[in-house]
């Protein structure tokens, strides 16, 4: 029993004792200062990196201590949040800020020192740090492309304080319509290096078109967008054809290529022509104009070439020969006789109609006069029967 109770009053013993070494200190803020940078400006993403100098009383602040950055955050209700803390064992180590890849934004941060038994200081000085939102774009390489040829396109995204990325491509086509994904030409995948190659053959039709690289960080996204310029030989367009203008051979040749290919027509026998060209993006127009009689042949050749090839066809008249002239004139006579026989069916209705009139009023005129003398007819006998009537007989 008296073992229990001398163990007993041991133990209170040495707590108290603790209690009595665990009393605060009374410290004088002339002896602690931080020297840093107040406000500083970085990029989302940035590894960032904040160097200072720390004063305090080192026979007050003794080791092992702990250096701890902490930010206020009032939208939770907490009044300190730890961010970073070091424990130091040794008087000298490396005072360095580390906070990776903070989201676009205004941060306010404090820093204390712990050590011994609840020993506390709290710097006053603050540090504000504005975090903008991210501008540096991927890099999107591109090789030449030929039309049906490999052509490769490299992203290369910058690497942030995380250590993967979202990268995935995003096609337009010419006319702005977004083409159908498909699994050779569209993927979606994380990597954890920097750069993302993509390889395709092109035609034609891609020209003009936009790619984009997308490039997903944590909590930022950013893109660069590039247009593809396809190189591919001339293409002679449907449109191509040769007409008569009057007494004139016009003739149109219209070809499509990159590099815009010039037209050429092959006329060496030919002196008395002009021909004058003009293009628009990647097409060339070309027209060649001539006498007709000068020309005998059915059929005249366009030319179009550029440094990947040529493209040549044969353009037909049109039956536009030596017939145009008695196919015109055997039509001009078709349309005359049309124009006579209704010249004629119209002269004779408009006769007959004429006829009628005249006689409907000729019947008219005649009937109007019969009525007439039938009035004065009957006026007349009632005179004479009126001048017998009024006779009286003679007395004898």
């Not at 949040?81 to 800020?97: A, D, H, K």
């Not at 030989?233 to 449907?238: C, E, F, H, T």
Request: net charge neutral; glycine share 4%.
């Amino acid at each position: 029993m008296t073992l229990i109770f001398s163990l007993i009053l041991s133990l209170f013993l040495k707590g108290s004792s603790c209690q009595l070494r665990c009393v605060k200190e009374i410290l004088d803020d002339k002896e602690f200062s931080i020297n840093m940078t107040g406000h500083i400006t970085f990029e989302s993403g940035d590894c960032i990196r904040i160097p200072f100098e720390l004063t305090f009383p080192k026979n007050k602040v003794t080791t092992p201590y702990k250096k701890i950055w902490f930010q206020q955050d009032p939208q939770v209700n907490v009044k300190y949040r730890s961010i970073e803390f070091v424990y130091i064992m040794e008087s000298e180590s490396e005072n360095t800020l580390r906070i990776n890849g903070l989201p676009r934004g205004e941060y306010e941060y404090g820093f204390k020192l712990e050590w011994g038994c609840n020993q506390t200081y709290i710097f006053p000085k603050r540090l504000r740090i504005s975090v903008s939102e991210l501008t540096r774009k991927p890099h999107v390489r591109v090789s030449p492309m030929m039309e049906g040829e490999v052509a490769t396109l490299t992203c290369s995204a910058h690497r942030l304080c995380s250590d993967r990325v979202k990268v995935h491509w995003k096609w337009t086509k010419a006319d702005g319509q977004h083409e159908v994904q498909h699994d050779h030409r569209f993927y979606d995948r994380y990597i954890s290096r920097k750069m993302s190659r993509y390889d395709f053959i092109p035609t034609a039709d891609d020209h003009n078109s936009n790619i984009t690289c997308v490039v997903e960080y944590y909590d930022s996204t950013v893109e660069t967008t590039v247009t593809l310029t396809v190189k591919f030989p001339p293409r002679i367009l449907n449109g191509s054809q040769c007409l008569v203008n009057g007494k004139l051979l016009v003739c149109v040749c219209m070809s499509r290529g990159n590099p815009p290919p010039p037209i050429t027509w092959p006329l060496a026998s030919l002196t008395e022509y002009s021909v004058t060209s003009s293009s628009s993006i990647l097409t060339v127009n070309s027209t060649f104009t001539m006498p007709l009689a000068d020309y005998h042949n059915s059929t005249v050749k366009c030319i179009s070439s550029n440094e990947l090839g040529q493209a040549e066809i044969e353009i037909p008249l049109q039956n536009y020969t030596e017939n145009y002239w008695s196919d015109w004139r055997e039509k001009a006579d078709t349309n005359l006789t049309w124009i006579a026989v209704v010249s004629f069916s119209l002269n004779l209705i408009l006769l007959t109609s004429l006829i009628i009139c005249a006689y409907k009023r000729r019947k008219n005129t005649q009937k109007n006069l019969c009525e007439e003398n039938n009035t004065y007819a009957s006026l007349k006998r009632a005179d004479v029967q009126q001048e017998y009537s009024i006779i009286s007989p003679q007395p004898r």
